[in-house]
Every structure is written in C-alpha cells, then in structure tokens.
C-alpha cells in the first residue's frame, strides 16, 4: 500500500507499506456465524503462511479498513491482497494489543495498573554473532547474517518500540514530578507561573491545531488530571491548571499524548517442554498432537502465572478452564524420535512443494526430479532423520 507525506516547500513523499493487519469485533451471539468466521479463518491461515514453505494465502479485504488521509494506493470495494507469514515483519504484535486498549480506554487512564501478558512458546535468546568481519563477509556468509539481522529487526520491531517508548515516558513523567516540585518548592511563584503560563496559551493553540482545537485541549487536559492527581492535588489552587498545561506542552510537542508505557510479564516454556522445538520450532507442523501439547502447556503455565498470589496482576476475576492431560512422553520430543510414518510424510509434501516451487521457477519435469533426487532430498532425509 502506498502512502504520501507532503514535504516543505512543495514535494512529497511515497513509502509503501508491506504490512497490515486485521481486527474483527464479536460483539454477540449474532456475530457467530460462518459468514464471520470464514473470512477470519482464511485470514489466520494467511499469517501462518511461512515463506516457500507454504503457498502465500490471498485475502479480501474492504475499502472501508484503509481509512489514513495519507493514503495513495487506489483500493476496489473489495479487494484482494496476497499475505506471508506475519512473523516475517512483526513477530511479537505487542503494538496490536496496545492499539486494541487505547479502543477500550482513550483517556489512558489508570496505566500504572494495566500488564500486558506476553505468551511465547520459548524465552528470547540471542542472535548476535562476533563472527563476521570484512575478511570473511563472503556471499552466502554475509547473506546468511543480512537474513538473520533483517529477519529479527523487523519480527520483533514492537519490543524495540515499546522499549524506547518506555523511556520517553519515563523521563516525560519524571520532568512533569519536577516540574511540580519547583512550582511547590518556590516561594513566590507568581512570576514563574505567568511566564509558563504565557508560553501554554500561546503554543497550546499551535499544537492542536490540526488536533481538534480547543476540545481537544480540554480533554488532555482532564486525562493529565487523572494521571497526574496526585502532583496536581498537591499544588496550590492558583498554580495546578498552568502546571497542567505547561506539561501538556511538553507531551504534545513530543507526540506523547497517545502513548503509555507497557508493563509486559512473560510467559514462557522450555524446548525441554514441548515436543514442537526441534528444527527451529518447526517440529509442531509435523503432527496436530505436537502442536495441542505445546499449546496445553502454554494454557497451563499461563493459568499458573495467574493464580501465583504474588502475581503482580493481584487477585484478579479468573477462573481457570480445564485443560488436558499433558502427555509429558513428548516432552522434549526430537525429530528421531517422533514416528517415521510421520516423518515420512512430511518429506513427502516437502517433495512436492518443492517439485511445485521448481516448476513456478521454470524448471522443466525431469530437471526438477534430477534437482530433488540428488541433492535437495538427500538433504532432507538427513534433515529429517529418514
């Protein structure tokens, strides 16, 4: 999708954007229906869709989800839009969720009280490698790292964000807390107050120009009350309001205002734990059991977390839902020892995937069996422990 910024004096900019995402309301029992739930079934199919692995997926999507003013691209009623897996561009979709709450809750309130509860098949290990050096950045070497360095930048781009975003805040609501105290803390403040006072009427304006206006000012206004009451009640009569709008300067002008930090708890396992780790956590595509266990096991740690009584959530409304027997025979299941007739026919849809992918690049027939059969499926049976 292609989107255009207008630059000083009179240019513009055109980026297009490779990635998108879908949200669906069920609101009720009415909303349960297979007219609602196919299209998100195609869609889920879609961001599963690992590169090569698996054929791209092609999804209809609606004018009405494209709604930014910048927008360039010419979009149909309905269109379709081919999809890969989402994982290539945003592995962790922290940013959704957070999206989904500013929907719940647009004054950003009570933020210090909200957790986001991440649920990961495995902790995150390092990727980094020492390795490379401009002696040795030979083709498939450096290839190899541009891959992994591209790959993990972009997969997990909303861990990276929420944690610089963090930051910002952090320092935004220590100046705030000072900014306060130095109000509290003078004397005579009179002259302060109006110099600070002065600067708010005359930037405020400014800033929401393209924001709203004056309602917009006012609605900062009482959502900085709310987050800050404890700062704003303890400050005379006379100075709260101007302290107030003197931070709400200082978020707007940094773009802040939409923005609140995010306290992420982990839920995480061990390979040891699953039986879908092997091959880079490809082992839970071989069979809908691996893949039931890991998922079992995650509910279980997750359920957990929940009811530990020093679980920083507190003592939430949560009643846990009965889960499975974990078989823990597939725990830290390798790929030697899942069963061969699994095995088997995994290397039977990688032959013909791979037979396909040669075929769309224009090998003919026999080419392509030569290719599999001696070189590409040696591989694989070593790969797979046939």
Known sequence: MDYKVDTWPEGEFVYTRFQDDLKVLIQNAASDTIDVWEPLRNAAVSCGAFPFAFSAVEVARQ??????????????????????????????????AKDLVDKIDPEHVDTENRYYLFVSHDSKKSVASSQLNAGNADFLPFGSRLATAIFNQAGFQDWIMAEKVNSQIDLFNKRAVELASILKEKADPAEFVTSLETAANLLLPILFKNEGGDASINAARDRLKKQFAT?????????????????????????????????????????????????????????????????????????????KPDCPLGNINFSPENIDVIDHELDNLKLEAMDRSIRKDVYNRLHDRCLSILSEAGVNKVEAGVAFDFVIGPKLKSLLKL
Request: one cysteine or more; a negative charge; hydrophobic letters at 35%.
């Open 231 to 307: 700062e704003y009640n303890g400050l005379p009569e006379g100075v709260r309001n101007t302290w107030v709008d003197a931070i709400l300067v200082l978020e707007t002008a940094a773009q802040m205002g939409k923005r609140d930090e995010m306290q992420i708890l982990a839920i995480t396992s061990d390979a040891s734990e699953l039986a879908g780790a092997d091959l880079h956590a490809f082992g839970g595509f071989f069979d809908f059991k691996y893949r039931k266990h890991d998922y079992d096991v995650g509910r279980d740690k997750a359920q957990a977390f929940l009811l």
């Open 63 to 96: 004018k009405s989800d494209y709604d930014s003013p910048n927008l360039e691209s010419q979009i149909l009623p309905t269109q379709n839009f081919c999809y890969t897996d989402g994982g290539v561009f945003q592995n962790e979709p922290l940013g959704m």
